[in-house]
């Protein structure tokens, strides 16, 4: 059995998973998720077996999507105090034959962990902002920093993007590797003056946005703190912009950023894809998001489905 299981590096997957097909494939996956069991999709809040001495935890994400064809799991652990150039992060997805049950690939789901996030919250700007964003802030310089630049910049002509990290000079490095709309500012509050769009994907437990830097009407997508006992976000703004999430039992469960805030939900963005729910114009939005295993089953089904169109066509 374990001869037949195909292995995709990290590197194979950056080269196929690109976000023209994969932001559409998230999308559809939330709508599903947030119609489900009725759409096919089978998906518990995941385990987190928390690692005290480290501060971190180890996550199992399964998810079944009938009408892709997917049954995966994805692994993940979160360490936080890495460094040294280790990533905070490590994540693997194992997928299943649908039929059989027989293990079918191995994945590494680093890649797809940073690209399917950006991909999500990509969806949720979307959805919730309406015209052309002209200023992107994010804080934080990490890995999701750097998707979401991609994932947003894929969907919008920014003029000015800005980045501000509590070590400055991993914000300085980032713009720099970004190009040269995007610009470092020591100041978090100087970051996100003014910003139509707001990123905050840090690993701080404290909040690093306050709610009165954020501009109204702007839209906010709070990346970070999955966890009940950490917070990225004032509970002020949790308290006063209108909050959206990816999963509702997943926010309430594992955002220290809704539970410390006692925030309320408003809807899952699975129901703005569905149309169930009218985004209210103009509002200072946040989404809150999690991440949830169904956009690792469908991305890393996407591919596989790349790796397989493109042996078909060179046979
Ligand atoms: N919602 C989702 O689906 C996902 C959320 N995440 C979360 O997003 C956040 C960022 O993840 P990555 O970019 O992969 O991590 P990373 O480790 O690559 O980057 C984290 C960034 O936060 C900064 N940072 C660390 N400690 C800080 C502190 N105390 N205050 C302020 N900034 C601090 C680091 O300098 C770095 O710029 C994490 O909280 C992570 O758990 C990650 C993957 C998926
Ligand atoms: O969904 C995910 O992969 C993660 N959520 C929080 C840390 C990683």
Same mark, same amino acid.
């Given at each position: ?6 292995? *995709? ?13 994969? *932001? ?5 996956? #939330? ?19 928390? *690692? ?11 998810? $079944? ?46 890649? *797809?962990? &940073?690209?399917?996030?950006? %991909?999500?919250? &990509? ?10 964003? @002209? ?5 934080? %310089? ?7 630049? $991609? ?7 920014? $003029? ?10 991993? &914000?300085? %490095? ?77 926010? #309430? ?34 989404? @809150?998001? #999690? ?7 469908? &991305? ?16």
């Amino acid at each position: 059995m374990v001869e037949n299981i195909r292995l *995709i590096s990290a590197q194979v997957v950056e080269e196929v998973l690109k976000y023209d097909e994969l *932001i559409p494939v998230i999308e559809s996956a #939330l709508g599903k998720f947030s119609n489900r069991p009725q759409s096919g999709v089978i998906q518990p809040l995941r385990t987190c077996l928390r *690692i005290p001495a480290v501060d971190g935890f180890l996550g199992v994400m399964p998810a $079944y999507s009938e009408s892709d064809g997917v049954l995966s799991t994805k692994l993940l652990t979160f360490f936080p105090h890495n460094s040294g150039g280790l990533s905070t992060h490590s994540a693997l997805t194992v997928l299943f034959h649908c039929q059989t049950g027989v293990p079918t690939a191995i994945l590494d789901a680093d890649v *797809i962990t &940073a690209y399917r996030t950006a %991909a999500a919250s &990509a969806v949720a700007t979307k959805h919730l902002v309406s015209g052309s964003p @002209k200023k992107l802030a994010i804080l934080g %310089a990490g890995v999701q920093a750097r998707s979401h630049f $991609y994932a947003l910049s894929h969907l919008y002509n920014f $003029y000015e993007v800005t980045i501000w990290n509590h070590r400055p000079e991993k &914000a300085k %490095a980032l713009a720099a590797e970004l190009g040269n709309h995007v610009t470092s500012v020591d100041d978090a509050e100087k970051a996100v003056r003014d910003a139509d769009v707001i990123v905050t994907a840090t690993n701080s437990s404290t909040p690093v946005l306050k709610a009165a830097w954020v501009k109204s009407g702007a839209h906010v997508n709070a990346v970070g703190s999955c966890r009940p006992d950490w917070h990225e976000i004032d509970p002020l703004l949790m308290q006063t912009a209108a909050v959206y999430a990816d999963s509702k039992e997943a926010a #309430l469960k594992e955002s220290g950023d809704v539970i410390k805030a006692g925030a309320t939900i408003v809807a899952e963005i699975g129901e703005l894809v569905l149309g169930k729910v009218q985004p209210r114009n103009s509002e200072t939005t946040v989404f @809150k998001s #999690l991440g949830i295993a169904i956009e690792d089953a469908v &991305a890393a089904s996407l591919v596989l489905s790349k790796l397989d169109a493109h042996t078909a066509s060179t046979q």
